[in-house]
Structure formats: C-alpha cells, structure tokens
T-cell receptor
Framework: GAVVSQHPSRVICKSGTSVKIECRSL??????MFWYRQFPKQSLMLMAT?????????EQGVEKDKFLINHASLTLSTLTVTSAHPEDSSFYIC?????????FGPGTRLTVL | GESVGLHLPTLSVQEGDNSIINCAYS??????FIWYKQESGKGPQFIID?????DKRQGQRVTVLLNKTVKHLSLQIAATQPGDSAVYFC??????????????FGKGTLLTVNP
C-alpha cells in the first residue's frame, strides 16, 4: 500500500478565516490524490480529484473557490478552506491511489467556531 | 444517482464469534468493490477488495462475497476480536479498478465486539 499523512490532525479556527490542510504521500509518487469530507456518523463524500501540475476536478456541488486545491508536487496536495464557516466543520480525508488500491490519510478534524 | 447502502447500521457480536457485514448496491455497472475499516477519528483502512469477475475472495480472517445477481456484497470476519470494533464501509466503482475510477461509499456499519 501507500503511506499517507495529513497535517494538521485537528484544527480549530474562527469563522471567516482560511485553513490549509496538507496531504503527503510518503512512499509513492502520486499524480492524483483525492479529497473527501466526512460529517459525523456519515459516510465519505468525494469532494475533488487533485491532479499534479494541473487544475483539480471538483464534484458537483463543491465550490472550487471555497475549497482551493493545489497539487504542486508528486508527494503533496493541499486543501485550503477559504472563509470557513461553522457548516464547514467536518473531517477531511485525502487519499492516494496506487495499482494496489486506494489508501487514505489519517484525516484532519476541522472545527469552525 | 446510484447509491451503495447497508442493511444493518450496527452489529454487536461476542469476541470469538464470526461477523457478517452486508452491503447492497444499486449500480448494475459496478465492477470493483472494496471494504474499508474506519476506527474512530482515523482515516479508512483498506481491508479487502473484489472484482466483478469473482464471487469470493479471502484474506487473513476476512472473506468478501459478491452476489451480482442480487447486487449484494458481504464481509465476513472470522473469530472477531475487540480490535475489530470499528465502522466498516463498502465502496464501489464502475471504473474497473483502473486509475480513473471514483469510489462511492456506503453508509457504514458500526461493529462492536464484546469481550
């Protein structure tokens, strides 16, 4: 499999501020990474596909100007939640896909006050 | 759109018993299925996968069964241990498990193992 890390593991911010979440593929060069959101007691919902060196592909209903994704290298993708509001509070999880399957990071718990 | 769902939202078993977690899917074009385990506050962990050209696949203490006729998937865990307590998700895609598929996750089943 692939080893995926995320930073920070949890973050609390004030409404209106922006938060950046990092996803790193530690042992695999990932041209594609995925970002998911998971609300409490719910399933994972795909937000966007992060493509190295090009624009991310967003799922229907996900605002690209609110959830900025940058995939500048084969080992790092970042998700920035801009002007965060309490309804953005969620568990954000990234994943890396290899020939052996899709492997997830440990997640980032975002709480917006 | 198509969805993946679960018959049982919770399952409680005694340590040492076998567990069976079920999943129904509706997309007849689904051809690749994965089971994930998610412990509280952590990301999903890959357990086992199966392609639609198979109806059974075994791993270490786990077996996945696929019934394409009724669009049903199950995960069997043998000799369930307290460390197996977690939420289990099935996920499916119709992308053939290649590089460009998108996973659709089911709702999850909370498995609780009683010592």
């Amino acid at each position: 499999g692939a080893v995926v890390s995320q930073h920070p593991s949890r973050v609390i911010c004030k409404s209106g501020t922006s938060v950046k979440i990092e996803c790193r593929s530690l042992d695999f060069q990932a041209t594609t990474m995925f970002w998911y959101r998971q609300f409490p007691k719910q399933s994972l919902m795909l937000m966007a596909t992060s493509n190295e060196g090009s624009k991310a592909t967003y799922e229907q209903g996900v605002e690209k100007d609110k959830f900025l994704i940058n995939h500048a290298s084969l080992t790092l993708s970042t998700l920035t939640v801009t002007s965060a509001h309490p309804e953005d509070s969620s568990f954000y999880i990234c994943s890396v896909r290899t020939a052996a399957g899709e492997y997830f990071g440990p997640g980032t718990r975002l709480t917006v006050l | 759109g198509e969805s993946v769902g679960l018959h049982l939202p919770t399952l409680s078993v005694q340590e040492g018993d076998n567990s069976i977690i079920n999943c129904a899917y509706s997309n007849s074009a689904s051809d690749y299925f994965i089971w994930y385990k998610q412990e509280s506050g952590k990301g999903p962990q890959f357990i086992i996968d199966i392609r639609s050209n198979m109806d059974k696949r075994q791993g270490q203490r786990v077996t996945v069964l696929l019934n394409k006729t009724v669009k049903h998937l199950s995960l069997q865990i043998a000799a369930t241990q307290p460390g197996d307590s977690a939420v289990y998700f099935c996920a499916e895609t119709s992308g053939g498990g290649g590089s460009n598929y998108k996973l659709t996750f089911g709702k999850g089943t909370l498995l609780t193992v009683n010592p």
